[in-house]
């Protein structure tokens, strides 16, 4: 089946007691038992499981091509819950430009836990397999990457992982599974913030690991949220899973869109550089090309006036919302490293945009304006 029919169609069978087309929300925290104490629907207690929150993961697994799927309370819970299942004295290999979160995380906890890790620059293959130690027990991608749209070749790590024995997880959140489907192309865990595209209009927050295999990691990561308490509430999970519906067409609309924004802006006199792997001026194009089927709706740039003409620019801007996240239907604009904050490694003179819905016409003509003097 085509990604946009499966899109619409996961998750989504017609509820039999009623025929409602929209899935119910079950907001129940407790389930009842039959008189031999068998419980009636297979759920006993909301923390542990619930129905609502299973419709959503199986979407999720089918969306990906997985075997099965958790959600969680946000990404980062997610991707937490993932790093939890490891033994202590485990190694991870992160991507340098990880998701922030997940580095003050790997700087800040996972020693604490009894795990360490080494930062490298994902697209240098050498440098990955210089990290690797006997202990390594997992590989962590991000491509494209959050805020500098770098891209992994992420056959190639994962053939790297395969031989030293090591798992490997990939944030899709950027790219979603309506442009790149990881588990295809080896990878053991998906990692998404549904918060962003899934969600897909700025109102729910929400995480989720899909699974290659249904297997004990899959139990041991479904035993971290039921013990540890990470998880989505039923209200939450029924808007991702509605968001799921629309999302191979907002991609579309939104990767078309930012295209035409980087085209803009690669050609404009303020602008030193542009991040966006659909130009072929970037140098994970021809990677892009191989394992992407168009180049999301994320992309950023610098200033050639550095910091205080970033600051400038972002100021100027009418249509653009001046707000971190992204995946919504409005295009919004920020300066990463002041959103970061001080432990930031952000460029200064970086602006990330998530192209939004807008027609781009009103998008450039935005931008232009707000570049004008930078
Ligand atoms: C937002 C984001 C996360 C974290 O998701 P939250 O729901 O905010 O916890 C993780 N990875 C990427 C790439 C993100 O953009």
């Excluded at 031999?36 to 199986?58: D, K, M």
């Amino acid at each position: 089946m085509n990604f946009e029919t499966l899109a619409v169609h996961a998750g989504h069978a017609i509820d039999p007691e009623t025929g409602s087309v929209a899935p119910p929300i079950h907001l129940s925290t407790t389930f009842a038992r039959d008189p031999e104490g068998v419980p009636l629907g297979g759920h006993t207690y909301i923390r542990e499981s619930n129905p609502t929150e299973r419709q959503l993961e199986a979407a999720l697994a089918s969306v990906e091509g997985g075997e099965a799927a958790l959600v969680f309370a946000s990404g980062m819970a997610a991707g937490i819950a993932l790093l939890q299942t490891l033994p202590p004295g485990s190694h991870v290999i992160f991507p340098d430009d990880v998701y922030y979160g997940f580095r003050i995380a790997a700087e800040q906890h996972l020693p604490d836990w009894g795990i360490s890790s080494t930062a490298v620059a994902m697209d240098d293959l050498a440098a990955v397999e210089a990290a690797r130690r006997p202990e390594t027990r997992l590989i962590w991608i991000e491509s494209p990457s959050n805020p500098l749209l770098k891209v992994t070749d992420i056959r190639a790590v994962v053939e790297l992982a395969q031989k030293a024995g090591a798992l490997t997880l990939l944030d899709n959140t950027f790219a979603t599974p309506a442009l790149q489907r990881p588990i295809g192309m080896g990878v053991d865990v998906v990692l998404h913030a549904t918060t962003k595209y899934f969600g897909g209009h700025s109102d729910v927050q929400g995480g989720a690991l899909v699974f290659a295999r249904k297997d004990e990691l899959w139990e041991r990561a479904d035993h971290v949220r039921h013990i540890l308490g990470a998880v989505a509430s039923p209200f939450n999970s029924w808007l991702v899973l509605r968001g799921i519906r629309t999302l191979a067409c907002r991609m579309a609309v939104q990767s078309s869109g930012a295209m035409e924004v980087a085209r803009m802006l690669a050609g404009s006199p303020a602008v030193s550089a542009v991040h966006y792997p659909g130009l072929e001026s970037h140098p994970g194009h021809e990677v892009a090309k191989r394992q992407m089927s168009a180049f999301g709706g994320m992309l950023s740039f610098r200033a050639r006036g550095g910091r205080e003409a970033a600051l400038r620019a972002v100021s100027r801007v009418r249509l653009f919302t001046r707000a971190t996240s992204l995946g919504g239907v409005e295009s919004l604009i920020e300066h990463r490293a002041t959103s970061e904050g001080p432990q930031s490694r952000t460029p200064q003179d970086l602006i990330r945009l998530s192209i939004g819905l807008e027609h781009p016409d009103d998008l450039t003509a935005d931008l232009e304006q707000a570049l004008e003097g930078a």
